[in-house]
């Protein structure tokens, strides 16, 4: 057994004397994702990196109590587990091909991605028109309301217009308004982040998992 | 420097679906700047959601302030809502990068910053290691701590230091509890030289605890030796965090059995180590208190 594989295997008998979820567990687990990543069998293919997180949920979840280090050594165990996933990847990516458009098409002898060939454009979002509004609207008056202490022109409402899409530099803000920037942005995050939060999520603006 | 960043970055794999979502953000944005900086920054906390989700430490995104469309115009934000405890802050940097960017309106409301380094070509991630606390704008690289001091940061947060009775007759017999390391196990190589650490008496192997001071990390070692005479001669070192020095104005007190202050030090920022020397008989209780602003931590001792 060579001496990373004997260091492997201590370190999951040092993880599995630990309940899930606690410290030290967290630390050896570390540790082996660490040492066995460059030991991975590899492949070039899209879905690889798909088939090695699939591996490591396999391995923290069930390294204790399935993996018997009298069958192999940590690497070998985890590179089987991996093969297989990258065969059901494949196999799933072949009955996708069965019953869809291929996504590579040949061009002039040279494959090509259909996906990847649509060229990736960003979509205009009139969300930043929309905070924009209503911040100028300021319907309750609050946003202009709230500023930095002694400083009533230094207000959320003109912060959130000025930092809206990272516009101007925390660096010219400061400069402009004598506020050093620690102040500026811990402000910003108090008072203005806070109700941009609750805006986004009055209006619905959070993302799905 | 304790280790290089090359011996403790930890190789995480960059999935399909979190291109996509990361393609997906950045295409919401109005110009090139955002575009990528959302792409990163949604790619570096997808990286670690997910290992945080092998560590089985639940976080949420939807919670996350990166989630929520209206801060992502507004704020560089790459923060992760550890559940319990707060928003981790995950920031991306690429191949060869030797520093990282902390805007300043990710300064406050952060239990950590971890920083992610995308290999894009390669589709992996590095999480390079974390640093507790940013005050700044620029964060180089070889500052940051290890993953696993990482994991032990967030634990520190959930489970408030136990503040269990240390008996020191039972370590003189060698029966020292799970809850204490060893000094080498918890300082750097240059804090362990002989011209600092051991200028006085303690060893690699002194026993000694991590505490942490709202995101500080400084370090309580105690030596317990018998005496002829059946006393025991106890020394105390407080060390500071493996990246400088104990705050200023960190009180390293000893108290005696109600509770009175009997001895106390303050931190000036300068000192290599904090130390206080006591004798105490059989039965004898004191603790050590370690106070920074309003954070007091405890230990109790028992001879």
């Known amino acids: ?4 594989d004997q260091q492997l295997r201590e370190l999951v008998i040092a993880a599995c004397k630990h309940p899930p979820g606690s410290a030290p567990r967290q630390r050896n687990l570390t540790r082996v994702i660490r040492l066995v990543s460059p030991k991975l069998w590899h492949e070039n293919v899209p879905y690889y990196q798909d088939a090695v997180q699939q591996t490591w949920v396999y391995f923290c979840r069930h390294i204790c109590g399935n993996y018997n280090p009298e069958l192999g050594s940590v690497p070998t165990w985890l590179n089987a587990f991996l093969k297989f996933r990258l065969l059901d990847f494949r196999n799933a990516t072949q009955n996708d091909a069965i019953t869809r458009v291929p996504s590579q098409i040949e061009r002039d002898g040279e494959v090509i991605d259909r996906i990847e060939a649509i060229p990736a454009k960003p979509v205009a979002d009139p969300l930043w028109e929309a905070v924009e509004a209503w911040a100028r609207a300021d319907v309750t008056g609050e946003l202009k309301s709230l500023h930095i202490k002694g400083h009533p022109e230094v207000n959320a409402q003109m912060l959130i217009l000025r930092r809206l899409l990272s516009e ?3 660096k010219d803000l400061a400069d402009e308004f004598g506020v ?7 402000f910003y995050q108090r008072q203005c982040m806070l109700r941009l939060r609750n805006f986004g999520k009055s209006e619905g603006y959070i993302d799905s998992n | 420097m304790t280790q290089s960043i090359d011996d403790f970055a930890l190789p995480l794999p960059i999935t399909q679906i979190i291109r996509q979502t990361a393609q997906e953000f950045a295409n919401q944005q ?3 700047q955002k575009l990528e900086q959302v792409r990163l920054n949604t790619l570096a906390v997808l990286v670690v959601h997910n290992y945080l989700q092998l560590m089985e430490i639940p976080s949420s995104l939807t919670a996350s302030d990166s989630w929520n469309r209206v801060l992502r115009l507004c704020a560089d934000v790459a923060d992760l ?3 319990g405890l707060g928003r981790l802050e995950c920031r991306p940097v690429l191949p060869n990068q030797t520093l990282c960017r902390v805007p300043p309106e990710t ?3 952060r239990i950590g910053y971890v920083v992610v380094e995308l290999d894009e070509a390669a589709e992996t991630a590095q999480l390079l290691g974390f640093v507790p606390r940013a005050t700044t704008e620029t964060l180089l690289l070889n500052q940051l701590r290890s993953p696993e001091e990482l994991l032990d940061h967030l634990a520190a947060l959930r489970h408030p230091q136990p503040s269990l009775v240390a008996n020191l007759s039972q370590w003189i017999q060698g029966a020292i509890d799970e809850s204490w390391q060893t000094l080498e196990e918890l300082l750097n190589p240059a804090q362990l030289s002989p011209a600092i650490a051991f200028r006085g008496r303690l060893g690699t192997q002194t026993p000694s605890k991590r505490i942490d001071l709202n995101g500080v990390a400084a370090v309580l070692a105690v030596d317990a030796r018998p005496l002829a005479d059946e006393s025991t001669d106890i020394c105390l070192q407080l060390h500071p965090p493996i990246d400088g020095f104990l705050p200023i104005g960190t009180r ?3 108290l005696n059995e109600v509770g009175e202050v009997e001895l106390e030090t303050t931190a000036t920022g300068t000192e ?3 130390e206080w020397q006591v004798e105490c008989t059989s039965g004898d209780r004191f603790s050590v208190q370690v106070s920074l602003n309003e954070v007091h931590i405890t230990q109790d001792f028992i001879i």
């Open chain 1, 168 to 170: 101007t530099k925390w």
């Open chain 2, 252 to 254: 390293f007190s000893v």
């Open chain 1, 1 to 4: 057994m060579s001496e990373l």
């Open chain 1, 180 to 186: 050093g920037i620690p102040a500026l942005s811990s």
């Open chain 2, 107 to 109: 300064w406050s409301d």
């Open chain 2, 30 to 32: 109005p110009n090139p």
């Open chain 2, 272 to 274: 290599d180590f904090l």
């Open chain 2, 81 to 83: 809502q550890v559940l």
